[in-house]
């Protein structure tokens, strides 16, 4: 495993224990509460997707701070 998929790998561990406990939450939102970059954020939440393991909702985002208002990104109920 090369150096860039390991971090994929940690980062999208790292987004799935923040959505465990129910929340959804924005890409920026998990970019803040981990201290990584949305495009860091981006790249780990596409593992989770493409996984399965999570869903883009039509929601927004609760904690959505200023700007557009972020769309939410809970764990997918049907998922593993």
Do not use: W, Y
């Not at 790998?9 to 890409?27: F, K, T, V």
């Not at 998990?30 to 989770?48: C, H, K, P, W």
């Not at 927004?60 to 200023?66: A, D, F, G, V």
């Amino acid at each position: 495993m090369s150096t860039t998929s390991l971090l994929r790998h940690i980062n999208a561990r790292r987004c799935l224990r923040l959505l465990q406990n129910g929340r959804q939450l924005s890409r920026a939102d998990m970019a803040r509460q981990l201290g990584l970059t949305r495009a860091t954020i981006g790249n780990a939440m596409r593992v989770l997707l493409d996984a399965g393991l999570g869903v883009e909702s039509a929601e927004m985002s609760p904690e959505s701070r200023k700007g557009p208002p972020g769309v939410g990104v809970p764990l997918n109920p049907s998922g593993a």
